[in-house]
């Protein structure tokens, strides 16, 4: 069957009687609502009036005011990653298209489903220079998955079909409709029973995976003596029956398991196959395992640099088998000898089946004598750390408030350098969902106000942002917002008044020479938070520490938790830029040995 | 896999929905993605399902080409891409127009070498000729190389278009 554009399906000789007119500021909140949208992130501005003025008499649709659209976007990423719906985001012409692009890139590079919905000047003045106008379509076209410029009303529903579609089949991704006014003022046919087939047939990427593949990956994970298994976002993505499947997978075979930034949650980090996660700042036992492993099965992740390091050097005596549902991931980075395409949820099915089926059973020698290096590895215990005296450990802090929290069901957001590292390495995720932060993109700022759409998604949950003080005041406008919906968040800031990783890269990699990355002129976080009434705190010295936490957990709103670290501290392990899995710094005495490359320099 | 430092020349049939932004799509990807276009063409084949052919002529390592197709293959208006130069040979033909401005013994010879090549003769003034050429792209370029050596020569091409040999449809529209 031809597949074609999304069309006007019947519209124009519109008399059949399902057909409906109304203007398409309407239909667009109609569509929105076939589409199960509850929550809309947005701010308004003129292009999109028509919308917000049929919003005002919308009862269906929440709308939550925003200080900034940036903040929107990421509002959505927070709303989508923990609960696996697809986040939607409005807002205006222009300004507030491009304030828009810095989320939708991080929605593009960590495979968020985001629908963003932004106001365009009249079609008739496309072109013009006209006010708040901007080439929307053209500035987003390489930080979406997809984009449309609507020019028809007659399109506008079957676009709106194909961009939910879109944004959340396959790999998903952030998807643009650009909105011109006049075709939000003018009348545009809605059609009750549309054909979702006919408006959705033209993106049909393949989630089942081949039979043949999958047999091939068995046959190899038969053979296997030194396995790993390498899991990504895509897990998290495909939804928690994967994780799910991922857990029995590993319990079969018995196999040490991995996990990216991105996979956190995926396999509970209190499962004894666990190695924590792999990569730049990944522990020694993780790093060193897939380093020597001979089968490596990476299910849903990217052989992202963070996670290889020194490509040649990447674990170079293993056949790798790539599980992923995007085919362009595989061979991007590192060559691998087999690649099974489709959903990982599919794709564990089927292996499982296909493993049962062959009654696979792990070379248990060799495992055990694999588990014994493993465990050597792990006895190096290269995350322990030296809580003394009453300065406050970054480390510390977050374990403790990992501890503290453990019985209940936490929501975890992060903003981007050491403090989101110390999170990945000593918060521990038994779920899915639970873990959202910026990995592709790396944006400061992410935190906040994905934390503000978890806690929409989730209202009654206990919802963190682990933060850093430089990147918490890039979006702290936000509090505004918090302030408003009353939205309890915790915004937990590891204070060392340093944008702490370009101090890090600094002191090991340009000689100690601090350029601009002192966070001079901070504010005082308490009186930050009394102005936007909410609960301020801080926790100056290690006894402090868990007063602080418990009492930032008690308090019902949103609070504001200034804990002051230690200034200078450094995240270890580190996989210096350049390097091999197997040539880690794992502490401040392994700096002086072992000096960066020149290569490696200019690696970012 | 294959050795990963050669560097391979193919050409590329991508079918696409003949709508606004689809080339810039394209094009964005070589770019933003730093692949090579040696050559682009494209143009509506079907009217009636609204779909254009592009034909691009790219160069890379076998795993870079295999990066390139399937990075195409998940743009949402493409229907298919098909890499010509993996299993066959394919037909690939160039239409070069060639002006050339010269005089006495040159002007001779220029129509001596467009006979040769079987160029036909488009337009004609006392002092120029106007020349087409349609070929693979080598034999444009030996024409053009011929033509610059007897007199001052603009040239407009097409860019290669190909398609296969055999009784196989290339792509189809899904």
């Known amino acids: 069957?031809?597949?074609?554009?999304?069309?006007?399906?019947?519209?124009?000789?519109?008399?059949?009687?399902?057909?409906?007119?109304?203007?398409?500021?309407?239909?667009?909140?109609?569509?929105?609502?076939?589409?199960?949208?509850?929550?809309?992130?947005?701010?308004?501005?003129?292009?999109?009036?028509?919308?917000?003025?049929?919003?005002?008499?919308?009862?269906?649709?929440?709308?939550?005011?925003?200080?900034?659209?940036?903040?929107?976007?990421?509002?959505?990423?927070?709303?989508?990653?923990?609960?696996?719906?697809?986040?939607?985001?409005?807002?205006?012409?222009?300004?507030?298209?491009?304030?828009?692009?810095?989320?939708?890139?991080?929605?593009?590079?960590?495979?968020?489903?985001?629908?963003?919905?932004?106001?365009?000047?009249?079609?008739?003045?496309?072109?013009?220079?006209?006010?708040?106008?901007?080439?929307?379509?053209?500035?987003?076209?390489?930080?979406?998955?997809?984009?449309?410029?609507?020019?028809?009303?007659?399109?506008?529903?079957?676009?709106?079909?194909?961009?939910?579609?879109?944004?959340?089949?396959?790999?998903?991704?952030?998807?643009?409709?650009?909105?011109?006014?006049?075709?939000?003022?003018?009348?545009?046919?809605?059609?009750?029973?549309?054909?979702?087939?006919?408006?959705?047939?033209?993106?049909?990427?393949?989630?089942?995976?081949?039979?043949?593949?999958?047999?091939?990956?068995?046959?190899?994970?038969?053979?296997?003596?030194?396995?790993?298994?390498?899991?990504?976002?895509?897990?998290?993505?495909?939804?928690?029956?994967?994780?799910?499947?991922?857990?029995?997978?590993?319990?079969?075979?018995?196999?040490p398991t991995t996990l990216t930034l991105m996979g956190l949650g995926a396999l509970p980090a209190s499962d004894r196959h666990f190695l924590g996660m792999l990569g730049m700042h990944g522990t020694y036992e993780a790093n060193l395992t897939m380093h020597g492993c001979d089968l490596m099965l990476n299910l849903g992740a990217r052989f992202d640099d963070r996670v290889t390091g020194l490509i040649s050097g990447f674990s170079p005596n293993s056949t790798k088998i790539h599980c992923d549902i995007d085919p362009s991931s595989v061979n991007k980075n590192v060559a691998v000898d087999l690649a099974v395409i489709g959903d990982a949820t599919k794709i564990l099915e089927a292996l499982i089946a296909e493993m049962k089926k062959r009654k696979f059973k792990p070379h248990k020698t060799s495992l055990d004598k694999w588990w014994s290096q493993i465990e050597m590895w792990r006895k190096r215990d290269c995350l322990s750390f030296n809580q003394t005296g009453s300065i406050i450990k970054p480390q510390h802090a977050i374990k403790r408030l990992c501890e503290m929290t453990a019985d209940s069901d936490v929501y975890v957001t992060t903003e981007v350098g050491q403090h989101q590292m110390w999170a990945a390495q000593y918060f521990d995720f038994h779920l899915p969902n639970r873990w959202m932060t910026s990995g592709g993109l790396g944006t400061m700022g992410y935190g906040l106000p994905a934390a503000l759409g978890v806690q929409v998604a989730h209202p009654g949950a206990t919802v963190i942002d682990i933060a850093g003080e430089a990147s918490f005041m890039m979006n702290m406008q936000e509090l505004s917002t918090l302030s408003q919906y009353n939205l309890p968040v915790k915004m937990f800031i590891i204070n060392n008044e340093w944008m702490g990783m370009v101090r890090q890269w600094q002191e090991l990699i340009h000689g100690g020479r601090y350029s601009e990355s002192y966070s001079a002129s901070l504010p005082d976080f308490r009186k930050l938070a009394d102005t936007f009434n909410m609960t301020g705190l801080v926790a100056r010295s290690s006894d402090e520490l868990e007063d602080v936490i418990t009492q930032m957990l008690d308090t019902p709103g949103p609070v504001i938790a200034d804990i002051r670290v230690a200034k200078e501290e450094n995240c270890f392990p580190m996989i210096p830029s350049g390097a091999a899995h197997n040539d880690m710094l794992l502490g401040p005495e392994d700096q002086a040995e072992k000096p960066v490359s020149e290569e490696g320099m200019v690696l970012v | 896999m294959k050795d990963t430092s050669v560097i391979e020349r193919h050409i590329m049939s991508v079918l696409v929905d003949n709508e606004p932004g689809v080339l810039a799509r394209v094009i964005g990807l070589f770019s933003g993605r730093g692949y090579n276009i040696e050559s682009l063409t494209v143009s509506e084949t079907d009217p009636k399902l609204a779909l254009s052919r592009i034909s691009i002529v790219t160069s890379g390592t076998p795993m870079v080409i295999e990066q390139i197709k399937a990075q195409l293959a998940r743009l949402v208006p493409i229907h298919a891409v098909r890499d010509l130069t993996e299993h066959d040979v394919a037909i690939e033909r160039e239409l070069a127009l060639v002006k050339i401005i010269n005089h006495g013994e040159e002007r001779i010879e220029a129509l001596r070498i467009a006979d040769t090549f079987r160029a036909r003769t488009l337009d004609s003034t006392l002092d120029s000729f106007v020349f087409e050429v349609t070929g693979n792209s080598s034999k444009v370029d030996a024409f053009v190389n011929l033509m610059r050596s007897l007199g001052s020569v603009e040239v407009a091409r097409t860019g290669v278009s190909a398609i296969s040999r055999g009784n196989n449809i290339d792509l189809e529209a899904k």
């Open chain 1, 1 to 255: 069957m031809p597949k074609s554009a999304p069309a006007a399906e019947d519209a124009g000789n519109s008399a059949s009687t399902t057909t409906t007119m109304m203007p398409g500021a309407e239909l667009l909140l109609k569509a929105l609502e076939d589409e199960g949208v509850e929550v809309v992130f947005g701010y308004p501005g003129g292009a999109v009036l028509p919308i917000y003025d049929a919003l005002f008499k919308n009862n269906k649709i929440k709308h939550i005011l925003v200080r900034h659209e940036q903040a929107a976007v990421h509002a959505a990423e927070g709303y989508a990653r923990s609960t696996g719906k697809t986040g939607v985001v409005l807002v205006t012409s222009g300004p507030g298209a491009t304030n828009a692009v810095t989320g939708l890139t991080d929605a593009l590079m960590d495979s968020v489903p985001v629908v963003c919905l932004t106001g365009q000047v009249p079609t008739h003045l496309i072109g013009n220079d006209a006010f708040q106008e901007a080439d929307t379509t053209g500035i987003t076209r390489a930080c979406t998955k997809h984009n449309y410029l609507v020019k028809e009303g007659a399109k506008l529903q079957p676009t709106v079909i194909e961009a939910f579609h879109v944004a959340a089949s396959g790999r998903p991704g952030p998807v643009l409709i650009d909105l011109p006014k006049d075709i939000l003022m003018k009348e545009a046919p809605y059609q009750k029973d549309v054909i979702r087939a006919a408006a959705t047939a033209r993106y049909r990427p393949a989630t089942e995976p081949d039979p043949a593949a999958i047999s091939a990956a068995v046959d190899m994970m038969i053979r296997a003596e030194r396995p790993v298994i390498y899991g990504g976002g895509g897990l998290i993505n495909s939804g928690p029956r994967a994780s799910k499947l991922l857990t029995d997978l590993v319990h079969m075979t018995g196999w």
